[in-house]
């Protein structure tokens, strides 16, 4: 996948602190639409199209979307949970552990 080239508007002390603290700003940007992808993902898009994780970043990405998910499904593992607690796991009597 190629590189395009783009103009952006920053704040101008946010952009002196990155410099000084020697932040590598392509990397920054990336990083940065990866999680905001991950945050805003829309429910058709599959993990296939998902951003991949290579990085420190991306995993923060990836964390937000493993808890969005949580959140978005918090309801049906209350319910998955409770009806364990009721009936116990599928084939636990046939475990030989």
Known sequence: MGKSEITLEVDAA???RARGADIDLNAALEAGLKLA???HRSPGVSDVDA??????????ASDVRAEAWARENAEAIASYNERVQRRGIFGEDLRRW
Request: aromatic letters at 0%; a negative charge.
């Open 51 to 60: 951003p991949q994780i290579t990085g420190p970043a991306d995993a923060a």
């Open 14 to 16: 946010l952009l002196e």
């Open 37 to 39: 992808l991950a945050m």
